[in-house]
């Protein structure tokens, strides 16, 4: 169903085309004595009605444009949006998959994830998945996709801010003990992302 507003600017010609047919036709009728002319007023009366039809045409097909590049306009817009959307959550998932599965707890390992990983970086891509506002997703699962992948990069941000900075253990520590479960296992993590990635795309494309 149509629901748009008739601009005063497609009434316009309508009207003035109906007035000018009927004072032309008033003129013909009256100053050339058509009036006595049983056969000349009903071909005044006429050409006056399918004038008043053909201006009435002429503005419905100009709404019928405009309607038709109005749907043209929203449907460019909402692949936009779509495109950003899923631009947003690609440059994310690239920031996560970059990441490997496990580093050890030494101090080459907190030295090789700061390579990859750029805490500012990862932390304004969250902030980027946050901003996209889910009403205007096209999907419900759409949006619990993109709740879920921004969940995942939060806690792999706590976790990497962690381990990076050696806070994941205890002060003092003697390096011998390093294998003692403090490496960072991301992997668990890196599958839940790459799921909930996967299936954003595939709801966006849906």
Not at 71 to 78: K, M
Request: hydrophobic share 50%; glycine share 6%; with cysteine.
């Amino acid at each position: 169903m149509r629901n748009t507003k008739i601009s005063i600017w497609q009434v316009i010609p309508v009207v003035t085309i109906a007035f000018l047919t009927g004072c032309f036709f008033q003129q013909l009728i009256w100053e050339h004595e058509l009036a006595e002319d049983h056969y000349g007023l009903w071909l005044g009366a006429s050409a006056t009605i399918l004038a008043i039809v053909a201006a009435f045409a002429l503005g419905e097909r100009q709404i019928d444009v405009l309607w038709r590049a109005r749907l043209e306009t929203d449907a460019r817009h909402a692949d936009r949006k779509r495109a950003a959307f899923l631009a947003v959550a690609t440059a994310a998932w690239n920031a996560v998959e970059r990441l490997d599965n496990r580093y050890g707890d030494t101090r080459e390992e907190r030295i090789r994830i700061r390579a990859v990983y750029h805490g500012d970086t990862f932390g304004s891509l969250i902030e980027a998945l946050a901003a996209i506002p889910v009403h205007e997703l096209d999907s419900p699962q759409a949006a619990i996709e993109l709740a879920g992948l921004k969940k995942n990069m939060v806690e792999i941000q706590q976790l990497a801010n962690l381990f990076a900075a050696g806070k994941n253990r205890p002060d003092g520590m003697d390096v011998l003990f390093a294998d003692m479960g403090l490496a960072l296992d991301l992997r668990a993590n890196k599958t839940y992302a790459e799921q909930h990635y996967r299936s954003f795309v595939e709801a966006l494309k849906a």
